[in-house]
Protein backbone atom coordinates (compact mmCIF):
# COMPACT_ATOMS: atom_id res chain seq x y z
CA UNK A 1 0.00 0.00 0.00
CA UNK A 2 2.33 2.13 0.77
CA UNK A 3 4.16 1.49 -2.42
CA UNK A 4 1.15 2.17 -4.19
CA UNK A 5 0.92 5.67 -2.16
CA UNK A 6 4.23 6.86 -3.19
CA UNK A 7 3.43 5.77 -6.72
CA UNK A 8 0.02 8.05 -7.17
CA UNK A 9 2.10 10.86 -5.05
CA UNK A 10 4.69 10.63 -7.66
CA UNK A 11 2.34 10.66 -10.47
CA UNK A 12 0.60 14.09 -8.75
CA UNK A 13 3.33 15.26 -8.52
CA UNK A 14 4.23 15.47 -12.38
CA UNK A 15 1.04 16.28 -13.59
CA UNK A 16 1.42 19.67 -10.80
CA UNK A 17 4.62 20.36 -12.67
CA UNK A 18 3.33 20.13 -16.25
CA UNK A 19 0.61 22.63 -15.33
CA UNK A 20 3.13 25.29 -14.57
CA UNK A 21 4.57 25.47 -18.31
CA UNK A 22 3.70 27.80 -21.05
CA UNK A 23 3.06 26.45 -24.30
CA UNK A 24 3.65 28.89 -26.85
CA UNK A 25 5.97 29.12 -30.41
CA UNK A 26 9.64 30.58 -29.21
CA UNK A 27 11.36 33.17 -31.63
CA UNK A 28 14.97 32.65 -31.85
CA UNK A 29 15.65 35.40 -28.84
CA UNK A 30 12.76 33.84 -27.26
CA UNK A 31 13.54 30.60 -27.35
CA UNK A 32 17.69 31.51 -25.66
CA UNK A 33 15.50 33.50 -22.92
CA UNK A 34 13.79 30.42 -22.15
CA UNK A 35 17.15 28.58 -22.19
CA UNK A 36 18.77 31.08 -20.01
CA UNK A 37 15.82 31.18 -17.24
CA UNK A 38 15.94 27.19 -16.55
CA UNK A 39 19.68 27.81 -16.23
CA UNK A 40 19.04 30.97 -14.01
CA UNK A 41 16.51 28.40 -12.38
CA UNK A 42 19.03 25.11 -11.65
CA UNK A 43 21.93 26.64 -11.97
CA UNK A 44 23.92 24.55 -9.83
CA UNK A 45 22.93 21.58 -12.69
CA UNK A 46 22.89 23.27 -16.26
CA UNK A 47 25.56 24.82 -18.54
CA UNK A 48 24.63 27.34 -21.17
CA UNK A 49 27.10 26.39 -24.48
CA UNK A 50 27.09 27.43 -28.15
CA UNK A 51 28.58 24.72 -30.65
CA UNK A 52 28.19 27.56 -33.36
CA UNK A 53 26.79 29.77 -35.32
CA UNK A 54 24.41 29.68 -38.34
CA UNK A 55 24.66 30.98 -41.61
CA UNK A 56 22.98 34.63 -40.86
CA UNK A 57 24.76 34.08 -37.48
CA UNK A 58 22.59 32.80 -34.77
CA UNK A 59 23.82 30.75 -31.71
CA UNK A 60 23.25 26.81 -31.86
CA UNK A 61 22.80 26.55 -28.12
CA UNK A 62 23.14 23.50 -26.18
CA UNK A 63 21.60 23.30 -22.90
CA UNK A 64 23.48 20.71 -20.88
CA UNK A 65 22.36 18.91 -17.37
CA UNK A 66 24.29 17.06 -15.14
CA UNK A 67 25.82 17.15 -11.59
CA UNK A 68 28.55 18.41 -12.46
CA UNK A 69 28.25 20.58 -15.86
CA UNK A 70 30.97 20.99 -18.76
CA UNK A 71 32.43 18.05 -16.89
CA UNK A 72 32.78 14.57 -17.94
CA UNK A 73 32.46 11.92 -15.79
CA UNK A 74 34.70 8.82 -16.41
CA UNK A 75 31.00 5.73 -16.59
CA UNK A 76 28.59 8.74 -17.11
CA UNK A 77 27.06 8.09 -20.32
CA UNK A 78 26.57 11.50 -22.65
CA UNK A 79 23.30 11.59 -24.31
CA UNK A 80 21.76 14.31 -27.23
CA UNK A 81 18.68 15.67 -28.18
CA UNK A 82 18.39 17.87 -31.36
CA UNK A 83 15.38 19.35 -32.17
CA UNK A 84 14.70 21.63 -35.50
CA UNK A 85 16.65 20.34 -37.72
CA UNK A 86 14.31 21.60 -40.61
CA UNK A 87 13.00 24.98 -39.64
CA UNK A 88 9.67 24.34 -40.49
CA UNK A 89 9.64 21.32 -38.33
CA UNK A 90 8.74 23.16 -34.76
CA UNK A 91 7.29 20.76 -32.43
CA UNK A 92 10.55 19.33 -31.50
CA UNK A 93 12.31 22.47 -30.93
CA UNK A 94 8.93 23.34 -28.40
CA UNK A 95 9.06 19.51 -26.37
CA UNK A 96 13.11 20.53 -25.77
CA UNK A 97 12.15 23.90 -24.30
CA UNK A 98 9.21 22.08 -22.38
CA UNK A 99 11.65 19.15 -21.81
CA UNK A 100 14.08 21.36 -20.42
CA UNK A 101 11.93 22.97 -17.99
CA UNK A 102 10.66 20.30 -16.84
CA UNK A 103 13.70 18.52 -15.84
CA UNK A 104 14.27 21.42 -14.16
CA UNK A 105 11.45 22.08 -12.34
CA UNK A 106 11.39 17.97 -10.83
CA UNK A 107 14.67 18.23 -10.11
CA UNK A 108 14.30 20.95 -7.79
CA UNK A 109 11.05 19.18 -6.42
CA UNK A 110 13.49 16.67 -5.28
CA UNK A 111 12.00 13.81 -8.13
CA UNK A 112 13.86 10.81 -7.61
CA UNK A 113 13.38 9.26 -10.88
CA UNK A 114 14.82 12.68 -12.39
CA UNK A 115 17.51 13.48 -9.83
CA UNK A 116 18.95 9.99 -10.59
CA UNK A 117 18.46 10.67 -14.68
CA UNK A 118 20.58 14.08 -14.08
CA UNK A 119 23.12 12.30 -11.91
CA UNK A 120 23.41 9.58 -13.96
CA UNK A 121 23.60 10.75 -16.86
CA UNK A 122 25.15 14.28 -18.68
CA UNK A 123 21.84 15.36 -21.13
CA UNK A 124 22.72 17.94 -23.76
CA UNK A 125 19.50 19.01 -25.20
CA UNK A 126 19.88 21.85 -28.71
CA UNK A 127 16.04 23.30 -29.53
CA UNK A 128 17.45 24.41 -32.75
CA UNK A 129 19.71 23.60 -35.14
CA UNK A 130 18.51 25.65 -37.88
CA UNK A 131 17.17 28.62 -36.63
CA UNK A 132 17.50 30.39 -39.58
CA UNK A 133 15.07 28.46 -41.21
CA UNK A 134 12.43 28.71 -38.42
CA UNK A 135 12.13 32.48 -38.59
CA UNK A 136 11.20 31.81 -42.21
CA UNK A 137 8.92 29.85 -41.29
CA UNK A 138 7.47 31.62 -38.09
CA UNK A 139 7.02 34.48 -40.28
CA UNK A 140 4.15 32.79 -42.22
CA UNK A 141 2.78 30.58 -38.76
CA UNK A 142 1.22 27.61 -38.26
CA UNK A 143 -1.96 28.22 -40.44
CA UNK A 144 -0.19 29.53 -43.61
CA UNK A 145 3.14 27.74 -43.63
CA UNK A 146 4.09 26.13 -46.65
CA UNK A 147 5.72 22.52 -46.73
CA UNK A 148 8.60 23.54 -47.31
CA UNK A 149 9.06 27.04 -46.69
CA UNK A 150 11.88 27.41 -44.04
CA UNK A 151 13.08 23.93 -43.85
CA UNK A 152 16.41 24.24 -45.47
CA UNK A 153 18.98 26.39 -44.17
CA UNK A 154 19.78 30.31 -44.88
CA UNK A 155 21.68 29.10 -47.98
CA UNK A 156 18.57 26.99 -49.19
CA UNK A 157 20.26 23.69 -47.90
CA UNK A 158 18.49 20.73 -46.34
CA UNK A 159 21.02 19.91 -43.34
CA UNK A 160 19.81 16.53 -43.43
CA UNK A 161 20.84 15.67 -46.86
CA UNK A 162 24.53 17.94 -45.98
CA UNK A 163 25.90 15.16 -43.90
CA UNK A 164 29.45 13.31 -45.94
CA UNK A 165 28.24 10.34 -47.11
CA UNK A 166 30.08 7.85 -45.42
CA UNK A 167 27.10 4.71 -46.37
CA UNK A 168 28.46 5.01 -50.04
CA UNK A 169 31.88 4.19 -48.62
CA UNK A 170 30.64 1.74 -46.59
CA UNK A 171 28.59 -0.03 -49.31
CA UNK A 172 31.47 -0.10 -51.99
CA UNK A 173 34.17 -0.43 -50.26
CA UNK A 174 32.95 -4.26 -49.16
CA UNK A 175 29.23 -4.25 -49.96
CA UNK A 176 26.80 -4.16 -47.19
CA UNK A 177 29.70 -6.14 -44.87
CA UNK A 178 32.50 -3.10 -45.33
CA UNK A 179 33.63 -1.14 -42.71
CA UNK A 180 30.38 0.40 -41.13
CA UNK A 181 32.18 2.04 -37.51
CA UNK A 182 34.94 5.06 -37.30
CA UNK A 183 34.98 5.84 -41.36
CA UNK A 184 37.31 8.27 -42.10
CA UNK A 185 36.13 12.26 -43.37
CA UNK A 186 37.22 12.93 -46.83
CA UNK A 187 39.73 15.04 -47.14
CA UNK A 188 37.81 18.29 -48.27
CA UNK A 189 34.78 17.42 -46.52
CA UNK A 190 34.56 21.00 -44.74
CA UNK A 191 33.84 22.84 -48.37
CA UNK A 192 31.40 20.55 -48.68
CA UNK A 193 28.61 20.86 -45.17
CA UNK A 194 27.20 23.97 -44.26
CA UNK A 195 27.89 25.82 -41.16
CA UNK A 196 25.59 24.44 -38.84
CA UNK A 197 26.74 20.77 -40.20
CA UNK A 198 30.17 22.06 -39.24
CA UNK A 199 29.59 22.89 -36.11
CA UNK A 200 27.52 19.94 -35.30
CA UNK A 201 30.40 17.23 -36.70
CA UNK A 202 32.75 19.23 -34.61
CA UNK A 203 30.41 18.90 -31.69
CA UNK A 204 29.47 14.83 -31.93
CA UNK A 205 33.64 14.27 -32.40
CA UNK A 206 34.44 16.58 -29.32
CA UNK A 207 32.14 14.65 -26.87
CA UNK A 208 31.77 10.81 -26.65
CA UNK A 209 28.22 10.49 -27.19
CA UNK A 210 26.21 7.12 -26.69
CA UNK A 211 22.60 7.69 -27.37
CA UNK A 212 20.71 10.00 -29.16
CA UNK A 213 17.75 11.22 -31.04
CA UNK A 214 17.15 14.19 -32.91
CA UNK A 215 13.09 15.41 -33.60
CA UNK A 216 11.32 15.86 -37.37
CA UNK A 217 7.77 16.83 -38.05
CA UNK A 218 5.50 15.76 -40.92
CA UNK A 219 4.93 11.99 -39.95
CA UNK A 220 4.27 10.07 -36.35
CA UNK A 221 7.33 7.23 -36.40
CA UNK A 222 10.22 6.34 -34.65
CA UNK A 223 12.81 5.47 -37.54
CA UNK A 224 16.28 3.77 -37.24
CA UNK A 225 19.20 3.11 -39.11
CA UNK A 226 20.05 2.55 -41.72
CA UNK A 227 18.68 5.78 -43.83
CA UNK A 228 20.39 4.65 -47.05
CA UNK A 229 19.79 1.94 -48.94
CA UNK A 230 22.70 0.18 -50.59
CA UNK A 231 20.02 0.18 -53.92
CA UNK A 232 20.04 3.94 -53.94
CA UNK A 233 22.93 4.15 -56.77
CA UNK A 234 19.72 2.61 -59.20
CA UNK A 235 18.24 6.30 -59.71
CA UNK A 236 15.45 4.80 -62.09
CA UNK A 237 12.59 4.66 -59.55
CA UNK A 238 12.60 4.76 -55.47
CA UNK A 239 14.03 1.75 -54.13
CA UNK A 240 12.36 1.24 -50.33
CA UNK A 241 14.42 -1.77 -49.58
CA UNK A 242 14.85 -2.62 -45.66
CA UNK A 243 18.43 -1.96 -44.52
CA UNK A 244 19.57 -3.22 -41.42
CA UNK A 245 22.51 -1.92 -39.32
CA UNK A 246 24.28 -4.84 -37.40
CA UNK A 247 22.35 -3.78 -34.20
CA UNK A 248 19.11 -3.83 -35.81
CA UNK A 249 17.27 -5.25 -33.24
CA UNK A 250 18.83 -2.99 -30.78
CA UNK A 251 17.86 -0.16 -32.81
CA UNK A 252 14.23 -1.59 -32.87
CA UNK A 253 14.45 -1.88 -29.10
CA UNK A 254 15.29 1.59 -29.13
CA UNK A 255 12.39 2.96 -31.61
CA UNK A 256 9.90 0.96 -29.54
CA UNK A 257 11.08 2.67 -26.29
CA UNK A 258 9.96 5.93 -27.57
CA UNK A 259 6.86 4.73 -29.93
CA UNK A 260 5.06 2.52 -26.62
CA UNK A 261 5.63 5.73 -24.15
CA UNK A 262 4.04 8.15 -26.56
CA UNK A 263 0.82 8.62 -26.25
CA UNK A 264 -0.32 7.17 -29.82
CA UNK A 265 2.71 6.51 -32.04
CA UNK A 266 2.41 2.83 -31.11
CA UNK A 267 -0.61 2.41 -32.95
CA UNK A 268 1.15 2.44 -35.97
CA UNK A 269 -1.87 4.51 -38.06
CA UNK A 270 -0.81 7.80 -38.00
CA UNK A 271 -0.44 10.35 -40.90
CA UNK A 272 -2.54 8.20 -43.27
CA UNK A 273 0.37 5.86 -43.09
CA UNK A 274 1.06 2.72 -41.45
CA UNK A 275 3.95 1.56 -39.23
CA UNK A 276 4.19 -1.20 -37.55
CA UNK A 277 4.49 -0.66 -33.76
CA UNK A 278 5.04 2.72 -34.92
CA UNK A 279 8.11 2.56 -35.88
CA UNK A 280 10.61 2.34 -39.30
CA UNK A 281 13.86 0.92 -40.67
CA UNK A 282 14.58 4.45 -42.22
CA UNK A 283 15.35 2.84 -45.60
CA UNK A 284 12.44 0.69 -46.02
CA UNK A 285 10.34 3.90 -45.68
CA UNK A 286 12.42 5.85 -48.64
CA UNK A 287 16.05 6.22 -48.69
CA UNK A 288 18.08 8.90 -47.95
CA UNK A 289 21.45 10.00 -48.45
CA UNK A 290 24.11 12.03 -46.41
CA UNK A 291 21.81 12.54 -43.39
CA UNK A 292 22.70 12.56 -39.68
CA UNK A 293 21.69 9.95 -38.10
CA UNK A 294 23.97 7.36 -40.33
CA UNK A 295 26.47 9.61 -40.10
CA UNK A 296 26.31 9.17 -35.98
CA UNK A 297 26.43 5.50 -36.49
CA UNK A 298 29.47 5.18 -38.90
CA UNK A 299 31.67 7.98 -37.88
CA UNK A 300 31.16 7.97 -33.97
CA UNK A 301 30.05 5.66 -31.36
CA UNK A 302 26.91 7.40 -31.30
CA UNK A 303 23.74 5.31 -32.18
CA UNK A 304 21.01 7.83 -32.95
CA UNK A 305 17.71 7.21 -34.41
CA UNK A 306 15.05 10.09 -35.85
CA UNK A 307 11.50 10.41 -34.03
CA UNK A 308 8.78 12.04 -36.60
CA UNK A 309 6.46 13.41 -33.73
CA UNK A 310 3.39 14.99 -35.34
CA UNK A 311 1.69 15.32 -38.91
CA UNK A 312 1.30 18.86 -38.38
CA UNK A 313 4.87 20.56 -39.61
CA UNK A 314 3.74 23.85 -37.23
CA UNK A 315 1.41 22.79 -35.27
CA UNK A 316 -0.92 25.46 -33.51
CA UNK A 317 -0.36 26.77 -29.82
CA UNK A 318 -3.35 25.54 -28.50
CA UNK A 319 -2.18 21.73 -29.78
CA UNK A 320 1.23 22.20 -27.85
CA UNK A 321 0.00 21.13 -24.56
CA UNK A 322 -1.79 18.21 -25.91
CA UNK A 323 1.59 17.14 -27.75
CA UNK A 324 3.57 17.70 -24.65
CA UNK A 325 1.74 15.50 -22.88
CA UNK A 326 1.70 12.53 -25.22
CA UNK A 327 5.56 13.03 -25.28
CA UNK A 328 6.96 13.58 -21.77
CA UNK A 329 7.07 9.93 -21.13
CA UNK A 330 8.80 9.19 -24.16
CA UNK A 331 11.28 11.79 -24.27
CA UNK A 332 12.32 11.01 -20.10
CA UNK A 333 11.88 6.81 -21.06
CA UNK A 334 14.24 7.06 -24.21
CA UNK A 335 16.90 8.99 -22.11
CA UNK A 336 17.22 6.67 -19.95
CA UNK A 337 17.85 3.87 -22.72
CA UNK A 338 21.55 5.27 -22.19
CA UNK A 339 21.46 2.98 -19.27
CA UNK A 340 21.56 -0.58 -20.89
CA UNK A 341 24.62 -3.30 -22.21
CA UNK A 342 28.51 -2.41 -20.51
CA UNK A 343 30.15 0.05 -19.40
CA UNK A 344 33.88 -0.19 -18.12
CA UNK A 345 37.21 1.43 -18.23
CA UNK A 346 40.15 0.76 -20.53
CA UNK A 347 43.64 1.03 -18.97
CA UNK A 348 47.37 0.13 -19.02
CA UNK A 349 48.88 -2.12 -16.11
CA UNK A 350 49.89 1.59 -14.67
CA UNK A 351 46.11 2.32 -13.81
CA UNK A 352 45.91 4.86 -17.23
CA UNK A 353 43.05 5.16 -19.17
CA UNK A 354 43.85 4.01 -22.87
CA UNK A 355 41.86 6.51 -25.46
CA UNK A 356 40.52 4.98 -28.60
CA UNK A 357 40.43 1.73 -27.64
CA UNK A 358 38.24 -0.71 -29.87
CA UNK A 359 35.96 -2.54 -28.26
CA UNK A 360 34.82 -5.42 -30.42
CA UNK A 361 31.52 -7.73 -29.33
CA UNK A 362 31.55 -11.23 -31.02
CA UNK A 363 28.56 -11.66 -33.65
CA UNK A 364 28.01 -7.70 -34.02
CA UNK A 365 30.08 -6.28 -36.12
CA UNK A 366 30.18 -2.45 -35.32
CA UNK A 367 32.99 -1.06 -33.17
CA UNK A 368 33.04 1.28 -30.11
CA UNK A 369 36.01 3.00 -29.01
CA UNK A 370 36.89 4.18 -25.63
CA UNK A 371 37.19 7.92 -24.72
CA UNK A 372 39.64 10.27 -23.60
CA UNK A 373 39.55 8.35 -20.20
CA UNK A 374 39.41 5.36 -21.14
CA UNK A 375 36.03 4.66 -20.46
CA UNK A 376 33.84 2.85 -22.96
CA UNK A 377 30.33 2.70 -23.41
CA UNK A 378 28.39 -0.63 -25.64
CA UNK A 379 24.85 -0.48 -25.74
CA UNK A 380 24.07 -4.37 -26.19
CA UNK A 381 20.35 -5.60 -25.73
CA UNK A 382 20.30 -8.83 -22.46
CA UNK A 383 22.50 -11.69 -23.19
CA UNK A 384 26.11 -13.27 -23.32
CA UNK A 385 28.66 -11.66 -25.19
CA UNK A 386 31.98 -12.15 -25.65
CA UNK A 387 33.56 -9.17 -26.21
CA UNK A 388 37.40 -7.88 -26.75
CA UNK A 389 39.19 -4.99 -25.96
CA UNK A 390 42.38 -3.99 -28.35
CA UNK A 391 44.83 -1.12 -28.44
CA UNK A 392 47.48 -0.19 -30.55
CA UNK A 393 50.48 -0.99 -28.98
CA UNK A 394 48.97 -3.48 -26.83
CA UNK A 395 47.91 -7.37 -26.30
CA UNK A 396 44.05 -7.43 -26.86
CA UNK A 397 41.76 -8.93 -23.83
CA UNK A 398 39.11 -10.90 -24.05
CA UNK A 399 36.34 -11.52 -21.76
CA UNK A 400 32.66 -12.87 -21.57
CA UNK A 401 30.17 -11.40 -19.33
CA UNK A 402 26.24 -11.51 -19.34
CA UNK A 403 23.94 -8.26 -19.57
CA UNK A 404 20.80 -8.11 -17.49
CA UNK A 405 17.73 -5.91 -18.41
CA UNK A 406 18.27 -3.18 -16.08
CA UNK A 407 21.63 -1.04 -15.24
CA UNK A 408 24.51 -1.75 -17.35
CA UNK A 409 27.03 -4.68 -16.70
CA UNK A 410 30.55 -2.98 -15.30
CA UNK A 411 33.41 -4.81 -17.56
CA UNK A 412 37.06 -3.35 -17.09
CA UNK A 413 40.17 -3.86 -19.42
CA UNK A 414 43.58 -3.85 -18.32
CA UNK A 415 45.97 -4.13 -21.21
CA UNK A 416 49.38 -5.58 -21.10
CA UNK A 417 51.99 -3.84 -23.28
CA UNK A 418 52.53 -5.89 -26.63
CA UNK A 419 56.45 -5.88 -26.12
CA UNK A 420 57.75 -7.14 -29.70
CA UNK A 421 61.28 -7.78 -29.32
CA UNK A 422 63.97 -6.52 -31.03
CA UNK A 423 65.30 -9.18 -34.50
CA UNK A 424 68.38 -10.96 -33.59
CA UNK A 425 71.28 -8.71 -36.08
CA UNK A 426 73.19 -11.09 -38.09
CA UNK A 427 76.34 -11.27 -40.56
CA UNK A 428 76.15 -11.60 -43.89
CA UNK A 429 79.03 -11.53 -46.23
CA UNK A 430 80.90 -9.10 -43.11
CA UNK A 431 78.06 -6.46 -43.25
CA UNK A 432 74.87 -6.01 -40.75
CA UNK A 433 71.47 -6.52 -42.23
CA UNK A 434 68.48 -5.54 -39.59
CA UNK A 435 64.98 -7.57 -40.15
CA UNK A 436 62.37 -5.44 -40.89
CA UNK A 437 60.12 -3.69 -37.98
CA UNK A 438 57.09 -5.53 -38.20
CA UNK A 439 53.77 -3.63 -39.43
CA UNK A 440 51.56 -2.76 -36.87
CA UNK A 441 47.58 -2.46 -38.40
CA UNK A 442 46.42 0.85 -37.61
CA UNK A 443 42.57 0.51 -36.41
CA UNK A 444 41.18 3.95 -38.49
CA UNK A 445 39.60 6.79 -35.92
CA UNK A 446 37.36 8.05 -35.62
CA UNK A 447 8.43 10.29 -50.12
CA UNK A 448 5.05 10.10 -49.44
CA UNK A 449 4.20 13.72 -49.59
CA UNK A 450 7.57 14.88 -49.63
CA UNK A 451 10.21 13.93 -47.24
CA UNK A 452 10.06 14.36 -43.65
CA UNK A 453 13.70 13.34 -42.51
Not at 7 to 14: E, K, P, R, V, Y
Not at 83 to 105: D, I
Not at 311 to 327: G, H, I, S, V
Request: proline share 5%.
Amino acid sequence: MARWLRSLAGALLLLEGAAALSFLHHRYEEMVQALFRVQSQCPYITRIYSIGRSVEGRHLYVLEFSDYPGIHEPLEPEFKYVGNMHGNEVLGRELLLQLSEFLCEEYRRGNERITHLIHDTRIHIMPSMNPDGYEVAAKQGPDSNGYLTGRNNANGVDLNRNFPDLNTFMYYSGEISGPNHHIPLPDNWKSQVEPETLAVIQWISSYNFVLSANLHGGAVVANYPYDKSQDQRFRSHRRTVNTPTPDDKLFQKLAKTYSYAHGWMHRGWNCGDYFADGITNGASWYSLSKGMQDFNYLYTNCFEITLELSCNKFPPEEDLERQWMANREALVAFIEEVHQGIKGLVSDENNNGIAGAVISVQGISHDITSGDTGDYFRLLLPGTYTVTASAEGYQPQTVTTTVGPAAPSLVHFQLKQDVVRKPLERKTSGTRTNNKALQKKVVPRATRRGTQR
